[in-house]
T-cell receptor, first 112, second 114 residues
């Protein structure tokens, strides 16, 4: 079945450094969603990308969808301690149902 | 705001027991999902439902069943609990219809099978 690989699994940065997580698929994706899960919390929807080459920004977060719609990235500029958590990408399957396949997640730790 | 409520935050059961996990959403969403989350494996879909009394298998349905008798409620059943079903279970809901909709998650149930 469709798989979504996410790297890195874990990253530890100093506050103020940048951070990027990557999501890759061997098949073309219909769309991609990004979620954030704080420690002890549940995944919370951040954004959805649909178009080839699409770039969206939310304050310090920049989301990109690859031209071939097989990969995506989330970049955080100047991390803050509030960015701590696990970031998941999730891709939609072309089944007609609203099913998602989640990446394995990237856990971000930010030291002050 | 969408509210997805899972009946228990923590649950401890014994091997062989029949276990029920309940999930209720208050936003009239058509779609409901059950995932399990394990370290290093992300979220894996167990079952989902796109309408009352409708259900579809996800990626790891073995050992589980579901029930959706009312639109707002989606139950996950472990027919005969085993230790490898110890995990965090997350329920989610989303709107139906055209276009891809974000999923809204409950706080999760951490289930331990002894």
């Amino acid at each position: 079945g469709q798989q979504v690989m996410q790297i890195p699994q874990y990253q530890h940065v100093q506050e103020g450094e940048d951070f990027t997580t990557y999501c890759n698929s061997s098949t073309t994706l219909s769309n991609i969603q990004w979620y954030k899960q704080r420690p002890g919390g549940h995944p919370v929807f951040l954004i959805q990308l649909v178009k080839s080459g699409e770039v969206k920004k939310q304050k310090r977060l920049t989301f990109q969808f690859g031209e071939a719609k097989k990969n995506s990235s989330l970049h955080i500029t100047a991390t803050q301690t509030t960015d701590v958590g696990t970031y998941f990408c999730a891709a939609s399957r072309n089944t007609g149902f609203q099913k998602l396949v989640f990446g394995t997640g990237t856990r971000l730790l930010v030291s002050p | 705001d969408v509210k997805v409520t899972q009946s228990s935050r923590y649950l401890v059961k014994r091997t062989g027991e029949k276990v029920f996990l309940e999930c209720v959403q208050d936003m009239d969403h058509e779609n409901m999902f059950w995932y399990r989350q394990d370290p290093g494996l992300g979220l894996r879909l167990i079952y989902f439902s796109y309408d009352v009394k409708m259900k579809e298998k996800g990626d790891i349905p073995e050992g589980y069943s579901v029930s959706r008798e009312k639109k707002e409620r989606f139950s996950l059943i472990l027919e005969s609990a085993s230790t490898n079903q110890t995990s965090m279970y997350l329920c989610a809901s989303s709107l139906g219809g055209a276009g891809w909709q974000p999923q809204h998650f409950g706080d999760g149930t951490r289930l331990s099978i002894l």
